[in-house]
Every structure is written in C-alpha cells, then in structure tokens.
C-alpha cells in the first residue's frame, strides 16, 4: 500500500479557537435535527432505549438549571459514578456547557478510592446510579465540600432523584462561554507510588484527540458508522477514545450497561450494526477464543478496530486479519496526553507489535534521563512535546495535577511530558513497545519487556492470557515468571506436562533468557478497571512469597 504518513503528518496544522466547549460540538449543535440518533442504550437485562441528540441536548439544559439551582458554579467539580448509560452523556454535557468540571469515577470504586477522590477534588455534587447512592450519601461527613448527591433511577433519603430535578426545570439554557484551555474534566490516574493523582483536562483536548481518533478508525466517521466500546466511560479510553469523539461528530455510540463477554460483544455488533470499535487486547484475546467470533467474516458490518491499553502482540493482530478481515489499529496515550502514536491502516502500513507512528499534530520522541532524543533501535521513554513541528501548542495536553504542581513539574523534562512508558523507534518512525519503566526488570543481566513473552505465550493455544513477572531470585537477581490463564480448552489440563510444554514454545521462539523458568495458572489475571493487566500486583505477590517462603 502507498504511504502516505508524511505528507499527512507534514501538512497537519491545529485550528483551536479561543472561545470552545465540548458540550456544544458534542451536543447542542446537532440538537436541531430531530431525529438524528445519539446513543443505542441496552442494560444487561436486554431493555432497550433509543437517544436522539435533541433528547439529550434538552435533559442536558435541564440538568444545567438544576446543578445552577443547587449552587454549582463555573470551575466547581461534580462527580459522575455512573456506567454506560445515556444519563452519563447528559450529565456530562450538562457540566460541560455550565462551565463545571466533570469528575468520572468507575462505578467499581469502593469508599476508600471514591472518599479520596471527593476530599482531593471537593466535588460539590455527585450524580450516582443505585449501585453508589448509599456509598456517597454515608461519605458526606467526611466529604464537607459535597453538598448534594443526585441518584438516577433509584430514590434515597437525602438525596435529588433524577427525573424528578429534571421536570421541574426547563429546557431552555444559556451555555457559560468558555475558553478553549478552561478545564472540562478531572481524571484520577494511579501511578506507581503514592495516591491517586487528578489530571485537569482542558476543553480543547477533545480537538488534540480527533486526528488519533479519526486515523484509527479508519477515517471515522463513514455513512452509516456506528460505534461502540466496552471501555468504561468514566476513564479516558471510555470518554476521550469512544463517547466524546462519536458525539462530536453526531454519529451514533452503543452504550451497553453490563459486563463484557465475547458473547455479548458478538450480539451488540450485530444487533446495532457496528462498524467502528476500541477494544482492549485482553478483550480481543477473549473474542479469539471464543466460538462466538468463529467464522465471522463478511457476516458483520465491523470494518476498523482501535486497540491501546496494552501491546496487542501478533497473535492478536494476525487473527483480527485472518478472521474479521480488519487490521487492528493499535494506539498509545495516556490520560494526561491522549491519542498520540498510533496506525492507520487505510493511511500507513500497520506493523504487527508496533505502536505506530505519532499521530499528525503530535511531537513523539524517544528520549533519556537528559531529555534527549535516542538513537533509532535504543531503548528509551517515550514522551510528547508541548509544541508540534510548527511550533503550535498540542491541545492534546493535560494543564497539569490537580493541587499538585510538584508532580507536575516532574512530569517535564523541558517541553517534553514523560509518559513512563519505554520504546524503541525503527528507521521508519515506528515505535516499538517494551512495556512501563517500572514493569521492566532484569534476570540475570538479561533487560526483561514482559510484553514479547506475553504475546508468544498468548499464541500457544492453551493461552487466553497471560502475564509476566519478576520472581525474585537470590542467585540471579529475578527469573522470568508467567502466570497464565488457560483457555476453555485446556481448562483442566494445567500440569507440570503443560508448563515444560509452554516453556519449550517460548524457548524455541525468544531468546533463551526469555522463556519462563516458572509458571502458575491462575483462574484470572487482577485487572484494571481500564483492562490494563495490573502487573505491580503480581510483583508484588512474587516479593511477599519471596520474603515469607523458605528457599526451594
């Protein structure tokens, strides 16, 4: 295919006006076309619900008078735990265009993490569904800052019902100006150490997020594109890479309120028509596993796929190929700057493994401990400068953490923003994955990237999924070790025949350092609520056992 990448990349110029809010490109300007569908809504249950853009554009008006009403002013924080309903979308909008600051929460957070997040924040108001209604209404002692809790579809002592605040209020509202770098959004992002820091995002990130957005799917949005995502809307994957982008552009978004399985994801793509998609690599793992997305292709209107939370590996990308017909776009951001390396297929070769090139707009770098660009094929942290090739601000960029300028200024080196993620970039501008600063590790000399192994194993048919980790290891330092999930197949055949089985298929592909000197099956790997595998526990696991086991 011709490449087109750096005539793309070359002539890319941002246009950010001064004046912009999200609420009114996502919202209000395709409220006027009366039918124009917003969002296909589904609960685990199978009710169903169409949203148009008028309907939201009038809840949204109505929830702004009554936040008004309830003393909420421009810049304060109002919480949102909800799932992927349409009251999300509105409440979001509605925060958007009174000049508010909307704080996602997963609605998997438990007192301790969502106390945090209220305190640090002082969110004014919170707006919950059944699920965090008692939660939130017990935390207000120690919340002083949050005055009044909203519950959708459930009615509590103390707090506003939803569509009761709703109908005394009218549609009409006039929208706060706000500029384009005004905060819209405040994301709590965990790190390595410490508490939860809260990245403040501007209004004009949404702008910074379009060309990843619209390369990754393939040049969204076609006629007749719908989209959908199982990535919860409350992290930056659900709102910034599926919710926010589909509104933008008055196209359709499949919100499904429920768990995610292969088989449920093979009935919503075909129920509603899906074209576009993000799904992380452990969902595709599941799906390819699954006899519910055999013999699939040409029988569904899936036509572009974005994958970002974890390296898809060519195990993934191969199968998306062979049995979707589609080349898996993999993507790299992060909550403080989203969508900024990726492929697009149409546009670029896309290479198995690769991260993908920066997307236009975006200055991505390679960089060491000075801040100075590395040599191609060497190890380094990625990072993304303030400026883009012309000298333009990125509005991809995140201002900075909430009352934490010291781990802002950390975050810098320069005008280059670290990522703490590591890569190689090739002769091509392609970067190469090898895995957090803090997840590469070293055995027996030998620089470990969980991501290569993970991905061989993966291939073996007795792999779902799998991650690795250093074991510690007097002798050595650490041992490469796996914990694996088998799949359906084999789920009863995890034995000692099986482990020598899978270490000879990574030794024989890898380096010989490489294969895993042990390996565990375990029911599940833990999780984020994002669908990164959160490889720290598991460190951390393996560092217990290490301290507490006598020697074997």
């Not at 896309?350 to 960089?367: F, K, L, Q, S």
């Not at 890898?510 to 959160?534: D, N």
Request: hydrophobic content about 40%; some cysteine.
């Amino acid at each position: 295919m011709h490449d087109h990448y750096p005539e793309l990349y070359r002539s890319f110029r941002w246009q950010v006006p001064a004046q912009f809010n999200i609420a009114e490109v996502c919202g209000r300007r395709w409220a006027a076309e009366s039918s124009r569908v917003a969002i296909y809504a589904q609960d685990d249950e199978g009710r169903r619900a169409v949203y148009t853009y008028a309907a939201l554009a009038a809840d949204a008006n109505r929830l702004s008078n009554a936040l008004a009403s309830l003393g909420v002013k421009p810049g304060d924080r109002v919480a949102i735990v909800l799932p992927q309903r349409a009251e999300t979308a509105i409440a979001h909008l509605a925060i958007y265009q009174l000049g508010a600051v909307a704080m996602p929460l997963s609605i998997l957070f438990g007192p301790d993490a969502l106390e945090y997040r209220l305190q640090d924040s002082a969110a004014v108001v919170a707006i919950c569904d059944n699920s965090a209604a008692e939660t939130l209404l017990g935390l207000r002692a120690q919340c002083p800052a949050l005055r009044e809790v909203i519950t959708v579809g459930t009615y509590a002592d103390g707090a506003h019902e939803w569509s009761r605040l709703l109908v005394r209020n009218g549609d009409d509202f006039a929208p706060v100006k706000t500029r384009a770098l005004d905060p819209a959004v405040l994301i709590y992002t965990s790190g390595t150490t410490g508490q939860p820091k809260g990245a403040l995002i501007p209004h004009a990130a949404l702008i910074g997020n379009l060309p990843g957005f619209v390369a990754s799917q393939d040049w969204f949005p076609q006629r007749g594109d719908v989209f959908w995502s199982p990535a919860d809307w409350a992290w930056t994957g659900g709102l910034m890479d599926a919710l926010l982008p589909a509104l933008y552009f008055g196209f359709p978004i499949v919100g499904y309120r429920g768990r995610f399985t292969p088989e449920k994801a093979r009935e919503l793509v075909e129920r509603y028509g899906v074209t576009n998609a993000f799904l992380f690599p452990t969902a595709l793992k599941m799906m390819m596993r699954s006899p519910a997305w055999q013999d699939t292709r040409g029988k569904l209107k899936l036509r572009a796929i974005m994958s970002a939370g974890e390296s898809v590996g060519s195990a993934v990308f191969d199968w998306t190929r062979d049995a979707l017909g589609i080349t898996v776009n993999e993507m790299f951001g992060q909550t403080e700057m989203n969508y900024i390396v990726g492929n697009s297929q149409q546009k670029w070769p896309a290479r198995a493994g690769a991260m993908g090139r920066p997307y236009p707009g975006h200055r991505v770098a390679v960089i060491d401990d000075a801040g100075d660009e590395v040599p191609v094929g060497t190890v380094g942290e990625v990072a993304m400068n303030r400026y883009d090739i012309h000298g333009d601000r990125d509005p991809v960029m995140f201002l900075g953490y909430w009352n934490n300028p010291r781990a802002t200024e950390r975050k810098y080196t320069g005008d280059w923003c670290r990522t703490g993620d590591l890569a190689s970039r090739d002769a091509d501008g392609y970067l190469w994955y090898q895995g957090r600063a803090d997840d590469v590790f070293k055995a027996a000399g030998y620089r470990i990237g969980p991501s290569e192994i993970e991905n061989c194993l993966v291939k073996h048919p007795a792999v779902a999924n799998a991650a690795v980790v250093p074991k510690p290891d007097a002798e050595r330092g650490a041992v490469v070790k796996a914990f694996i999930v088998l799949s359906d197949a084999y789920r009863f055949k995890g034995d000692s025949a099986l482990v020598a089985e899978l270490q000879a298929h990574v030794r024989g592909k890898l380096a010989p350092y490489e294969y895993p000197k042990e390996i565990e099956f375990i029911e599940q790997l833990p999780m984020t609520t994002t669908g990164k595998v959160q490889r720290k526990v598991l460190r951390d696991l393996e560092a217990d056992r290490a301290t507490t086991s006598p020697p074997r």
